[in-house]
């Protein structure tokens, strides 16, 4: 089974998309479909569910989201997606410094295979937390 982690925006995108399916053939409906199909696993950290509520809370959603829908997003994301501990500290490596939070719950839920002597593992090394 293939497991996936989310940038917080996409995974908004996906589930605000997903909920108020106004055009079911768009991607993130079909990326909210596919989940809950069980095409893949989807995978998130505590940080991730709280950075995804405040941005749902954010005026652009709230205009497309109803209470009962938001509560429905996180019962969703409670029972049916992996919640994973972060036990892998990831500091400076994304791009944007929250994008390191998804690099660091992809690598604990699923931790490296390379070892220290991998020529790609000289770029960063991830530190248990």
Excluded: C, K
């Excluded at 095409?39 to 809370?57: F, G, H, M, N, Q």
């Excluded at 497309?64 to 969703?76: E, K, P, T």
Aim: charged residues 15%; aromatic residues 6%; glycine residues 4%.
């Amino acid at each position: 089974m293939v497991a996936a982690v989310l940038d917080t925006n996409i995974l908004a995108s996906v589930l605000a998309s997903g909920f108020v399916r106004s055009n079911p053939q768009a991607a993130p409906v079909r990326v909210l479909d596919a989940w809950r199909a069980g095409a893949y696993t989807l995978v998130v950290s505590e940080p991730i569910l709280a950075e995804l509520v405040a941005t749902l809370r954010r005026p652009y959603f709230r205009r497309r989201l109803s209470s009962a829908q938001l509560a429905a997003i996180r019962g969703l994301l409670r029972r049916q997606a992996v919640v994973t501990p972060l036990t892998v500290a990831v500091r400076g490596v994304a791009t944007h410094l929250e994008d390191d939070l998804i690099l660091a719950t992809a690598l604990s839920a699923a931790p490296p295979t390379w070892s220290p002597a991998t020529p790609s593992s000289s770029a960063w090394a991830p530190t248990r937390a």
